[in-house]
């Protein structure tokens, strides 16, 4: 799972403004009424797993079998370096010594 911060673990001093239309408010309150929330616990609730979600798509690499596989055979067994890479390390190996 995701390194998340948790809801209720510190005390809450932070301000977050935004400005909605009165119909977005209108509909946001129905809202936290229908599910028996306030309206800031509605808004929190909501960011925190919106953001939890938009965190997790940008953090976690998802692969195919496939695209796993190829991975892991990479890992397991890589191919020799070329000869691009070779002159690079000699370089950097007379560059900075033994």
């Known amino acids: 799972m995701l390194n998340t911060p948790e ?3 510190k ?3 932070a301000r977050l403004e935004a400005r909605v ?3 977005q408010k209108d509909f946001f309150q129905r809202a936290a009424s229908l ?3 306030t309206l800031s616990e ?3 609730d909501s960011t925190q797993e919106a953001a939890a979600r938009i965190v997790q798509e940008h953090e976690v690499i998802r692969l195919s079998r496939e695209e796993q596989v190829a991975f892991v055979s990479a890992l397991l067994a890589p191919s020799e370096p070329g000869a691009r890479i070779g002159k690079a390390v000699r370089s950097y190996r007379q560059k900075m010594g033994p």
């Open 42 to 44: 509605l808004v929190i």
């Open 35 to 37: 599910t028996g929330r």
């Open 7 to 9: 809801k209720h673990d």
């Open 11 to 13: 005390p809450r001093n």
């Open 21 to 23: 239309s009165s119909d």
